[in-house]
């Protein structure tokens, strides 16, 4: 008997795949087209084991559809721009790119040998100039057609790394990597006309019938349509306007202020005149720009003097603050504060000694706020107090109606329709990422740069000696001429986000090698993408962006309409945890340890160098930073692809997390070496047997189960009916025939799964050709159908036997062999039953 040995044939079967181009994917209208694609990964260093759980979902999807019939396109590329490139670069002395490249070789070496059924042809990064020109001829083609704008925002800069931050990067306050207090800036930036496509974005969520509910919903929540009232305060005294946006106008009468943001034109004006007021809005301007970091932020305001008269009563002035806690960005940089239902205007109102004015109380215990705000869902029916439309019990969505109503009668505010969604600031201050193919001139000003000029390439001849962004000092690169007039200008030394470019690289797959975005026929042919498949983490911002740029795309013309949604069906993963190993250093640090470092016994953990006991940390999230990383190039050595392939599919559904560890893979790996050794005896097996109905029913009764388990997504069923079957065939007294047939579907059931196993198993029973290009095989709906039940015999309510008899045996059959079972013979020790019951294709009840 031979031993299967991955070391020996895991190469082979990937060689053999290799030299028949058996996943490269070319146009063919005789088939009916597969495009499955993971999100592609960043190029940090190294896959661990959670990545290899993403993609080997994708990969049992695709070779799954490539068995039954489909023209299958399943790439992989690199998101390859981006901060962590420069970063090392800043630590290393190096250079982004030769980091980025680098770590793509490195990850590339580590997922050839998992046997993914990838078309490496078609592999790229976003920093491939070939890919990222692509990206600018784009932006020139969307700032034609007006997708695309530039404009003043507030954005966070660090002062000592001069350059612009994400909300992540401020922590504290403070820059995460300089540590310098963060400041609130106004810089122009280059924009995306997201938010003129909220109410279509928001509409078309419901067409996503294959995306995750949750997924949905966090959509449908960041879009943020909301219905208010939109009017002016108007200033009792000196001063201007204020305009307001409310979602809840209901609680008007409830005001106890007008705030404005440290941003708004009017706190602008009074910085200019006032040293204390601008020494406030400074303090403001440090700290994160996003509504979630100003929300945590102690809440901080200024009185400013002013007053406006309340839009009910001309005699009511309402004093005007400036608040740390509202943003520009939202609304109109304006609000009224109610503080007595919400909780942040309490808070607020309490801590500067403004009123608490009750609007409504609850029906059935009406008392006044105290240190909790009261605004219960706008469904519920409260007890309103002198609602100024007349309202005395009514709910939320009736009272702010009637306001909007009484507004607008009055002609003091109008009703209008608001989304939380914001145009997408696209300028980053850094060197890595896709230049803006903008040239700055003096005379014609913003101007794009000929399409025949692209890519405008990064050059390479920079340095990170100087904090900000060496584009900036790079003279050589900074001038250039006009595209327009010839004229000497600047170029643009903001780079895009990358969002930017992980928003359209579905599109490049189609033919990631054309000298235009997209070519209209591979487009056409091979979108929409149809399963998708990535981390929940990227539920919102990469999901809306590329549904937004799908649409930019059809726009400009380098997508069709029906690519608008680019993603057909989305599945999001758990993640794959590992304890964390950990000892203390003699400064009372945490050390934490690799999990080949450490040694399991009896359930505790020891170092292998030194024997010092470890800390455990179950089942958590793999981490870089805790060294609870499991590099799948080290299950390969030791136990080969397939086990950690066949391992992440099998512990748990694939949306929920699943722990590994070194027993479970063990198992794992026995369990496919018993597989093997099953295989390899019965292709030498001779002869008849009997049973083999028994064996055929099975076997399509698992070709049922794993098929459906696969298209439902729930392959840890499919890997448990293989289970099953593999202990079937291993008892079955079937002829060598019947055995051998259902031992090459077992080979073709397993396939997507551990294919290189498969495809041994395949050859050793003497299929035909690639186990990966057989057709997948069909249950056969007779053999589906059960002529047979098992019956449990009960005697006085225990259970003491069972019956398998015929599905239409008459009740008096069935009653004379209950009665002949041992179970019943000895139950009833003799004496002859009372009364037999015998409940068809359920039970037979004994009652002695």
Same mark, same amino acid.
């Given at each position: 008997?031979?031993?299967?040995?991955?070391?020996?044939?895991?190469?082979?079967?990937?060689?053999?795949?290799?030299?028949?181009?058996?996943?490269?994917?070319?146009?063919?209208?005789?088939?009916?087209?597969?495009?499955?694609?993971?999100?592609?990964?960043?190029?940090?260093?190294?896959?661990?084991?959670?990545?290899v759980?993403?993609?080997?979902?994708?990969?049992?999807?695709?070779?799954?559809?490539?068995?039954t019939?489909?023209?299958?396109?399943h790439?992989?590329?690199?998101?390859?721009?981006?901060?962590?490139?420069?970063?090392?670069?800043?630590?290393?002395?190096?250079?982004p790119?030769?980091?980025?490249?680098?770590?793509?070789?490195?990850?590339?070496?580590?997922?050839?040998?998992?046997?993914?059924?990838?078309?490496?042809?078609?592999?790229?990064?976003?920093?491939?100039p070939?890919?990222?020109?692509?990206?600018?001829?784009?932006?020139?083609?969307?700032?034609?057609?007006?997708?695309?704008?530039?404009?003043?925002?507030?954005?966070?800069?660090?002062?000592?790394?001069?350059?612009?931050?994400?909300?992540?990067?401020?922590?504290?306050?403070?820059?995460?990597?300089?540590?310098?207090?963060?400041?609130?800036?106004?810089?122009?930036?280059?924009?995306?006309?997201?938010?003129?496509?909220?109410?279509?974005?928001?509409?078309?969520?419901?067409?996503?019938?294959?995306?995750?509910?949750?997924?949905?919903?966090?959509?449908?929540?960041?879009?943020?349509?909301?219905?208010?009232?939109?009017?002016?305060?108007?200033?009792?005294?000196?001063?201007?306007p204020?305009?307001?946006?409310?979602t809840?106008?209901?609680?008007?009468l409830?005001?106890?202020?007008?705030?404005?943001?440290?941003?708004?034109?009017?706190?602008?004006?009074?910085?200019?005149?006032?040293?204390?007021?601008?020494?406030?809005?400074?303090?403001?301007?440090?700290?994160?720009?996003?509504?979630?970091?100003?929300?945590?932020?102690?809440?901080?305001?200024?009185?400013?003097?002013?007053?406006?008269?309340?839009?009910?009563?001309?005699?009511w002035?309402?004093?005007?603050?400036?608040?740390?806690?509202?943003?520009?960005?939202?609304?109109?940089?304006?609000?009224?504060?109610?503080?007595?239902?919400?909780?942040?205007?309490?808070?607020?109102?309490?801590?500067?000694?403004?009123?608490v004015?009750?609007?409504?109380?609850?029906?059935?215990?009406?008392?006044?706020?105290?240190?909790?705000?009261f605004l219960?869902?706008?469904?519920?029916?409260?007890?309103?107090?002198?609602?100024?439309?007349?309202?005395?019990v009514?709910?939320?969505?009736?009272?702010?109606?009637?306001?909007?109503?009484?507004?607008?009668?009055q002609?003091?505010?109008?009703?209008v329709?608001?989304?939380?969604?914001?145009?997408?600031?696209?300028?980053?201050?850094?060197?890595?990422?896709?230049?803006?193919?903008?040239?700055?001139?003096?005379?014609?000003?913003?101007?794009?740069?000929?399409?025949?000029?692209?890519?405008?390439?990064?050059?390479?001849?920079?340095?990170?000696?100087?904090?900000?962004?060496?584009?900036?000092?790079?003279?050589?690169?900074?001038?250039?001429?006009?595209p327009?007039?010839?004229?000497?200008? @600047?170029?643009?030394? *903001? =780079?895009?986000?990358? $969002? /930017?470019? &992980?928003?359209?690289?579905?599109? !490049?797959?189609?033919?990631?090698?054309?000298?235009?975005?997209?070519?209209?026929?591979?487009?056409?042919?091979?979108?929409?993408?149809?399963?998708?498949?990535?981390?929940?983490?990227?539920?919102?911002?990469?999901?809306?962006?590329?549904r937004?740029?799908?649409?930019?795309?059809?726009?400009?013309?380098?997508?069709?309409?029906?690519c608008?949604?680019?993603?057909?069906?989305?599945?999001?993963?758990?993640?794959?945890?590992?304890?964390?190993?950990?000892?203390?250093?003699?400064?009372?640090?945490?050390?934490y340890?690799?999990?080949?470092?450490?040694?399991?016994?009896?359930?505790?953990?020891?170092?292998?160098?030194?024997?010092?006991?470890?800390?455990?940390?179950?089942?958590?999230?793999?981490?870089?930073?805790?060294?609870?990383?499991?590099?799948?190039?080290?299950?390969?050595? @030791?136990?080969?692809? *397939? =086990?950690?392939?066949? $391992? /992440?599919? &099998?512990?748990?559904?694939?949306? !929920?997390?699943?722990?590994?560890?070194?027993?479970?893979?063990?198992?794992?790996?026995?369990h496919?070496?018993?597989?093997?050794?099953?295989?390899?005896?019965i292709?030498?097996?001779?002869?008849?047997?009997?049973?083999?109905?028994?064996?055929?029913r099975?076997?399509?009764?698992?070709?049922?189960?794993?098929?459906?388990?696969?298209?439902?997504?729930?392959?840890?069923?499919?890997?448990?009916?293989?289970?099953?079957?593999?202990?079937?065939?291993?008892?079955?007294?079937?002829?060598?025939?019947?055995k051998?047939q259902?031992?090459?579907v077992?080979?073709?059931?397993?396939?997507?799964?551990?294919?290189?196993?498969?495809?041994?198993?395949?050859?050793?029973?003497?299929?035909?050709?690639?186990?990966?290009?057989?057709?997948?095989?069909?249950?056969?709906?007779a053999?589906?159908?059960?002529?047979?039940?098992?019956?449990p015999?009960?005697?006085?309510?225990?259970?003491?036997?069972?019956?398998?008899v015929?599905?239409?045996?008459?009740?008096?059959?069935?009653?004379?062999?209950?009665?002949?079972?041992?179970?019943?013979?000895?139950?009833?020790?003799g004496?002859?039953?009372?009364?037999?019951?015998?409940?068809?294709?359920?039970?037979?009840?004994?009652?002695?």
């Amino acid at each position: 008997m031979s031993r299967y040995d991955a070391s020996i044939i895991e190469p082979k079967w990937q060689k053999a795949w290799d030299e028949a181009g058996t996943f490269e994917a070319r146009r063919d209208t005789s088939k009916p087209k597969y495009y499955v694609l993971e999100m592609f990964p960043y190029p940090s260093g190294r896959i661990h084991i959670g990545h290899v759980r993403n993609y080997t979902m994708g990969d049992v999807v695709a070779r799954y559809k490539m068995a039954t019939g489909h023209n299958v396109l399943h790439p992989m590329g690199f998101d390859a721009f981006g901060m962590p490139a420069e970063n090392a670069a800043m630590a290393s002395g190096g250079h982004p790119k030769t980091w980025t490249y680098d770590n793509i070789d490195t990850m590339v070496a580590q997922m050839k040998p998992l046997g993914f059924g990838l078309d490496w042809s078609r592999m790229f990064a976003t920093c491939d100039p070939d890919y990222y020109g692509q990206q600018q001829a784009m932006f020139i083609d969307m700032l034609e057609k007006g997708l695309v704008y530039r404009k003043n925002a507030v954005v966070n800069w660090d002062p000592v790394d001069m350059t612009v931050l994400a909300n992540e990067q401020v922590i504290d306050g403070k820059g995460w990597r300089s540590g310098a207090e963060v400041e609130r800036r106004e810089l122009t930036q280059w924009f995306f006309k997201i938010s003129d496509f909220s109410e279509e974005l928001l509409e078309a969520i419901d067409t996503l019938k294959d995306w995750p509910e949750k997924v949905r919903l966090m959509q449908a929540n960041w879009i943020g349509k909301s219905r208010g009232l939109r009017f002016s305060f108007e200033p009792a005294g000196k001063g201007e306007p204020i305009e307001v946006f409310t979602t809840r106008p209901d609680t008007l009468l409830g005001a106890a202020f007008v705030g404005i943001s440290p941003d708004h034109p009017i706190a602008r004006k009074l910085e200019a005149e006032n040293p204390d007021i601008a020494k406030f809005v400074a303090e403001c301007r440090k700290g994160g720009t996003t509504a979630e970091a100003i929300e945590t932020a102690e809440k901080l305001g200024m009185d400013t003097g002013l007053r406006m008269k309340h839009p009910l009563d001309e005699n009511w002035e309402l004093p005007v603050w400036i608040a740390n806690f509202i943003l520009m960005d939202y609304g109109t940089g304006a609000i009224f504060g109610s503080a007595a239902h919400d909780q942040r205007d309490l808070d607020f109102a309490r801590k500067y000694g403004l009123p608490v004015i009750d609007t409504f109380f609850d029906l059935n215990d009406p008392k006044p706020v105290e240190n909790e705000a009261f605004l219960p869902p706008k469904t519920e029916k409260v007890k309103w107090v002198n609602h100024f439309a007349g309202l005395d019990v009514a709910t939320g969505e009736e009272a702010i109606e009637a306001t909007i109503r009484f507004a607008e009668e009055q002609g003091w505010g109008k009703g209008v329709t608001q989304y939380r969604l914001r145009d997408w600031g696209l300028s980053r201050q850094r060197y890595w990422g896709c230049p803006i193919p903008i040239v700055h001139c003096d005379t014609c000003g913003a101007v794009p740069e000929k399409k025949e000029n692209l890519p405008v390439r990064l050059p390479d001849d920079v340095n990170f000696d100087t904090p900000g962004n060496p584009l900036d000092r790079h003279l050589t690169w900074r001038h250039t001429e006009c595209p327009s007039c010839g004229g000497p200008a @600047q170029r643009e030394t *903001d =780079t895009m986000d990358t $969002f /930017v470019d &992980s928003s359209w690289y579905f599109a !490049r797959f189609t033919n990631p090698h054309a000298d235009t975005p997209t070519v209209a026929e591979d487009v056409a042919y091979w979108m929409n993408v149809d399963q998708y498949i990535g981390g929940i983490e990227h539920a919102i911002l990469h999901l809306l962006y590329s549904r937004f740029f799908a649409r930019a795309m059809h726009i400009t013309g380098h997508l069709p309409e029906k690519c608008k949604e680019p993603f057909n069906a989305l599945f999001t993963q758990g993640m794959v945890t590992h304890a964390i190993f950990k000892t203390t250093s003699a400064d009372g640090r945490p050390v934490y340890h690799y999990p080949e470092e450490v040694e399991l016994r009896d359930g505790k953990g020891f170092l292998k160098a030194g024997g010092a006991e470890v800390e455990i940390v179950p089942s958590a999230k793999m981490s870089k930073s805790k060294n609870n990383v499991v590099d799948p190039v080290n299950i390969v050595e @030791q136990y080969g692809a *397939d =086990t950690a392939r066949w $391992f /992440v599919m &099998s512990d748990s559904p694939p949306e !929920r997390d699943v722990e590994w560890t070194a027993a479970g893979a063990e198992a794992a790996a026995k369990h496919l070496a018993r597989v093997w050794r099953l295989a390899d005896e019965i292709a030498d097996l001779q002869g008849d047997g009997s049973g083999d109905d028994d064996l055929l029913r099975d076997m399509h009764k698992t070709i049922d189960a794993v098929t459906k388990g696969i298209d439902g997504f729930l392959f840890n069923t499919s890997i448990a009916r293989l289970y099953a079957f593999t202990n079937t065939l291993t008892k079955s007294t079937a002829g060598a025939a019947a055995k051998q047939q259902a031992a090459k579907v077992m080979a073709q059931l397993m396939s997507p799964m551990t294919p290189h196993l498969a495809e041994e198993i395949w050859a050793r029973l003497g299929g035909e050709g690639l186990v990966a290009n057989a057709p997948w095989p069909v249950a056969d709906p007779a053999m589906l159908v059960e002529n047979t039940v098992t019956l449990p015999v009960q005697v006085n309510g225990k259970r003491r036997d069972e019956i398998t008899v015929p599905k239409d045996m008459a009740k008096d059959e069935i009653e004379k062999l209950a009665l002949a079972t041992d179970g019943a013979i000895r139950a009833l020790d003799g004496k002859a039953p009372k009364k037999v019951i015998v409940v068809p294709g359920r039970i037979v009840n004994v009652v002695a």
